[in-house]
T-cell receptor, first 115, second 109 residues
Framework: DTEVTQTPKHLVMGMTNKKSLKCEQH?????MYWYKQKAKKPPELMFV???????INESVPSRFSPECPNSSLLNLHLHALQPEDSALYLC??????????????FGEGSRLTVL | DAKTTQPNSMESNEEEPVHLPCNHS???????IHWYRQLPSQGPEYVIH???SNVNNRMASLAIAEDRKSSTLILHRATLRDAAVYYC??????????FGAGTRLTVKP
């Protein structure tokens, strides 16, 4: 199984809603990532987890709250978002964070629209 | 982070080879060169990576200049399915994968 599964595929939420994006992998990977991608732009790194601990937060606003409950699961909790937060949110995993030659496996993304 | 420069877009004909260039003049000795591609409506996928020597795999070949200041991703026979944005990324130890603008490849039938 070389898949990273993201749910939901599409999410529409209002600015006062609380919702979560979920990411799952069963490859035994110990590093997991959240990226944000706006239309026609490259993915931007948001958060990195290594061995279930947050290693990198790229100055992401606190309305985005990541959580890694176990080595297979990564969540992104969303609260009080703005319309400009509408984007494709991509999850990725890799065997280890600091294996430079290692490959990242990406999910297909969750497309978020904030009204 | 060392930066890469790629053309914004390239066109190719189906079944012909494609050479996608990447300049990375500030590359350091420990930077690996990675290539990922992103097909429409999908997440990025790994293509190939290398350090100093040329590399081949089932998807593509990576040609690295002797001074490592540039590299070229080679698709030997482009298919319509190869139409995607191709990202050239430098990655050194302890640094995470950060994407540049990439090259949008169009394949014409």
């Amino acid at each position: 199984d070389t898949e990273v599964t993201q749910t939901p595929k599409h999410l529409v939420m209002g600015m006062t809603n609380k919702k979560s994006l979920k990411c799952e992998q069963h490859m035994g990977h110990r590093a997991m990532y959240w990226y944000k991608q706006k239309a026609k732009k490259p993915p931007e790194l948001m958060f990195v987890y290594s061995y279930e601990k947050l290693s990198i937060n790229e100055s992401v606003p606190s309305r985005f709250s990541p959580e890694c409950p176990n080595s297979s699961l990564l969540n992104l909790h969303l609260h009080a978002l703005q319309p400009e937060d509408s984007a494709l949110y991509l999850c990725a995993s890799s065997q280890e964070r600091v294996r430079v030659g290692g490959e990242l496996f990406f999910g297909e993304g969750s497309r978020l629209t904030v009204l | 982070d060392a930066k890469t420069t790629q053309p914004n877009s390239m066109e190719s004909n189906e079944e012909e080879p494609v050479h996608l260039p990447c300049n990375h003049s500030t590359i350091s000795g420990t930077d690996y060169i990675h290539w990922y591609r992103q097909l429409p409506s999908q997440g990025p996928e790994y293509v190939i990576h290398g350090l100093t020597s040329n590399v081949n795999n089932r998807m593509a070949s990576l040609a690295i200049a002797e001074d490592r200041k540039s590299s070229t991703l080679i698709l030997h026979r482009a298919t319509l399915r190869d139409a995607a944005v191709y990202y050239c990324i430098l990655r050194e130890n302890n640094n995470d994968m950060r994407f540049g603008a990439g090259t949008r490849l169009t394949v014409k039938p």
